[in-house]
């Protein structure tokens, strides 16, 4: 069996359709060995629809970006909290 290890630290997020994590570019290209293109982006600027662009540094990563599509995995999963955002009251 193969063991693959990989760490990073994210925001746990979604894209309305899956599950992903927002992520910094630099861990981005680092997993997936590309620069991201816009749709990569968590926020893009549709304002003009020929000329879409990227807004902030967060990009979306998704489990078929660390994984090989359609593979049966073994997943550990292990969590610390750095932060906790309130959104009732807009503090961590």
């Given at each position: 069996m193969k063991t693959k290890t990989i760490e990073f630290t994210a925001i746990n997020s979604g894209d309305y359709e899956c599950f992903c994590w927002n992520v910094d570019i630099e861990t981005f290209k680092r997993i997936k060995g590309k620069e991201p293109d816009v749709f990569d982006y968590v926020e893009i600027d549709r304002s003009d629809i020929d000329n879409y662009k990227p807004i902030g540094d967060k990009v979306r990563l998704?489990?078929?970006?660390?994984f090989k599509r359609n593979s049966k995995v073994k997943v550990k999963i292990e969590i610390e909290t750095l932060e906790i955002f309130c959104r009732g009251c807009g503090k961590y």
């Open positions: 998704y489990p078929n970006d660390i």
